[in-house]
């Protein structure tokens, strides 16, 4: 018997894409494609202007904060009458023979018989410092009579940069005579703060910067691989790694500002101890502890990206090295960790920038301290780049603005090279699968 044959499924009528209907469709994607390709461009150009203008105004306030005004100062050290051997001048000994000199106050007696008395002074207070410094260096200059360019007031600086209507005339005329000139200051990346504005530096906020840095590097780096590889390599797959895994990256979205409360109780909080009250574990505004704390902070995001990039390694190379008898830590340590190396180090030197530019955690372990001398070591007082900016904002000379300025832009350029080396890490041991 046969089948009646199954009937065909009713034809399909052909699409005509000439209808007035599906034009119009047509019409409205690509409208909708296009008004989204403007909202992009235009979202990249507002980022790019923000970004543009960011660097001009820190641009120019800052550029003049790489420059200091200095005055021409005729001494007769032999009228001075200082009572010094210049053999002290090449011992330890030097600073403290000259400030028994009196060595400031003949300085300012010298400036107002070669300028007289003027309505503003002409002397930055670390004037004396400079021709201190000049002795130093040439103790024969005991004996003769010298022009030494000293660095000029704040009010006298303003005046020459028309910033201070009443110094301008004064700054003006000396200007004019040859007796001021204006250079770049090398002295900003050499000396630390001072309450002077044409007298502050970098230098001593950078090295601790440095010394936080180094503190930072050495505890997160090796405890935030070392728990990466465990959790991805080795850690069973249950609810215990899953709090776990959570818990950190909960910690990466934390305020700073609670990792500064927390280095504040554990580091420098009193402890009881067998009905003791023991002090603080760390010293206070140390690089030491501001490291410790910033290590915390920064910790999870290096652990995050250490984990991607292990997991970023195929199976295929742990498989082969099992299958030629390679251990699991030989797998790890000879084939897994060095191809995921580039993006380890990728995250934790962004981890340290981020760490680098943090202020807020720092000012509440301490780090905010009046610090005029660079720290030694990792146990002595100090402060950082970031706070130094911060301290320095505070304050309402114009000259400090100008410092400040200077100072991000020091920052900045730090910035920018950590995250170029991240970069240039990343191309040049990046293995493509």
Same mark, same amino acid.
């Given at each position: =018997? ?38 992009? =461009? ?42 010094? +051997?210049?053999? &002290? ?17 003949? $300085? ?16 930055? +207070?670390?004037?004396?410092?400079? /021709? ?11 004996? &003769? ?9 704040? &009010?006298?600086? &303003? ?36 309450? +002077? ?48 895994? /959570? ?18 109780? /554990? ?104 610090? $005029? ?5 990792? !146990? +002595?007082?100090? !402060? ?50």
């Amino acid at each position: =018997m046969n089948k009646p044959a199954p009937e065909a499924a009713p034809a399909r009528a052909p699409t005509d894409w000439k209808t007035e209907a599906m034009q119009k469709r047509i019409r409205r994607r690509y409208a909708r494609e296009r008004r989204f390709k403007l909202f992009g =461009m235009l979202a990249v150009i507002l980022s790019a202007a923000f970004l543009a203008f960011l660097l001009f105004t820190m641009v120019t306030n800052g550029w003049r904060g790489f420059t200091r005004t200095e005055i021409a100062l005729p001494l007769d050290f032999p009228a001075m009458a200082m009572k010094i +051997d210049p053999a &002290q001048l090449s011992t330890p000994g030097a600073n403290l023979a000259l400030a028994g000199a009196e060595l400031e106050d003949k $300085v300012s007696n010298a400036a107002l018989a070669a300028y007289g008395a003027q309505s503003v002074p002409l002397l930055s +207070d670390a004037a004396w410092l400079k /021709v201190r410094e000049a002795l130093k260096a040439d103790p024969s200059l005991l004996h &003769q009579k010298k022009l030494l360019w000293v660095p000029a007031s704040t &009010q006298v600086e &303003q005046g020459l940069r028309g910033n201070d209507a009443a110094a301008a005339p004064l700054a003006k005329k000396l200007y004019d005579a040859g007796k001021l000139h204006t250079g770049f200051n090398a002295g900003f990346f050499s000396e630390s703060d001072s309450t +002077d504005p044409v007298a502050v530096g970098i230098w001593g906020a950078f090295k601790g910067s440095l010394l936080t840095m180094a503190v930072t590097f050495l505890i997160a780096f090796p405890i935030g691989v070392l728990s990466a590889i465990y959790l991805e390599e080795y850690a069973p797959k249950n609810r215990w790694t899953d709090l776990i895994e /959570v818990s950190i990256n909960n910690l990466a979205a934390v305020p700073s500002i609670i990792f500064g409360l927390l280095g504040l109780a /554990v580091f420098l909080g009193s402890w009881s101890l067998f009905g003791m009250r023991v002090g603080p574990l760390l010293p206070r505004s140390a690089a030491l502890v501001g490291g410790v704390t910033l290590a915390l902070m920064i910790m999870p995001v290096i652990v995050i990206a250490s984990r991607n990039a292990i997991k970023g390694v195929p199976p295929s190379i742990r498989d082969a090295a099992l299958g030629i008898g390679a251990s699991r830590i030989q797998v790890v340590f000879h084939h897994v960790l060095p191809l995921a190396m580039p993006g380890i180090l990728t995250g934790t030197i962004i981890g340290m920038a981020r760490a680098l530019g943090e202020t807020a955690p720092l000012l509440l372990i301490g780090m905010r301290a009046f610090i $005029v001398t660079p720290p030694g070591g990792f !146990t +002595d007082p100090a !402060t950082v780049l970031p706070v130094q900016i911060f301290l320095w904002s505070d304050e309402v000379s114009r000259g400090f603005v100008e410092k400040t300025s200077a100072a991000i832009l020091v920052l900045l350029v730090f910035l920018l090279a950590m995250n170029g080396l991240a970069i240039y890490l990343r191309n040049k041991f990046e293995t493509r699968w």
